[in-house]
């Protein structure tokens, strides 16, 4: 079974501040795929950043960052210089090899504060 | 691109009754996705369609909901005898073939059902 843990409901950070959103994850696959996605108040969700397992180096995505620990089955995203627009719910996804679906965590609710 | 749309937005029914809902692609997009959520929880994948083509479905998918895409464009997704347990936001997505499992899921604004 393939499982995505976020184990923080909600945080806050300063606008301009760093913040990081955790995840750890759970799969028997070798082969797999790993996705942040924001999903805005009333708004549709939007994919953020991905990883492929295979790859050693960190994704990167102008302000948002991974930290890919692939032995802990750690997931974190960064996100540096943050924008009152990054206020949303973030979800942590897993996507094994040879399946379509994505397997979401629970999210983290971000807020940005002025 | 106009990216995925989903109709109705929102949908009050009693339980008992028969529910349909709508999702349209991004256009030359031949996977398509259905996904639930409820509140406070991430979404929960229920069925997937390559083309017209159903290949995968959870065991979410029970026997009163249905899923047709039947000219491998727009599909519908309905539900048979709601029941309050059905009230939930029900996600489309949908994405190009392409190589590997990088392929970038796009979400349609959600259809909310509830069931009194």
């Known amino acids: 079974a393939q499982t995505v843990t976020q184990s923080q409901p909600e945080m806050s950070v300063q606008e301009a501040e760093t913040v990081t959103l955790s995840c750890t994850y759970d799969?028997?696959?070798?082969?797999?795929?790993l996705f942040w996605y924001k999903q805005p108040p009333s708004r549709q969700m939007i994919l953020v950043i991905r990883?492929?397992?295979?790859?050693?180096q960190n994704a990167t995505e102008n302000r948002f960052s991974v930290n890919f620990q692939k032995a802990a089955k750690s997931f974190s995203l960064k996100i540096s210089d943050s924008q009152l627009g990054d206020t949303a719910m973030y979800f942590c996804?897993?996507?094994?090899?040879?399946?379509?679906?994505?397997?979401f965590g629970k999210g983290t609710k971000l807020t940005v504060n002025p | 691109d106009t990216g995925v749309s989903q109709d109705p937005r929102h949908k009050i029914t009693k339980r008992g009754q028969n529910v349909t809902f709508r999702c349209d692609p991004i256009?030359?997009?031949?996977?398509l996705y259905w996904y639930r959520q409820t509140l406070g929880q991430g979404p929960e994948f229920l069925t997937y369609?390559?083309?017209?083509?159903?290949?995968?479905k959870s065991r979410l998918l029970s026997d009163r909901f249905s899923a047709e895409r039947p000219k491998g464009s727009f599909s519908t997704l309905e539900i048979q005898r709601t029941e309050q347990g059905d009230s939930a936001m029900y996600l489309c997505?949908?994405?190009?073939?392409?190589?590997?499992?990088?392929?970038?899921?796009?979400f349609g604004p959600g259809t909310r059902l509830t069931v009194l």
């Open positions: 996804a897993l996507r094994p090899g040879g399946s379509e679906k994505l397997v």
């Open positions: 799969t028997s696959e070798n082969n797999y795929y």
């Open positions: 256009s030359e997009h031949n996977r």
């Open positions: 990883q492929e397992a295979y790859k050693q």
């Open positions: 997505a949908s994405s190009p073939t392409g190589r590997g499992g990088t392929d970038t899921q796009y």
């Open positions: 369609f390559q083309n017209e083509a159903q290949l995968e």
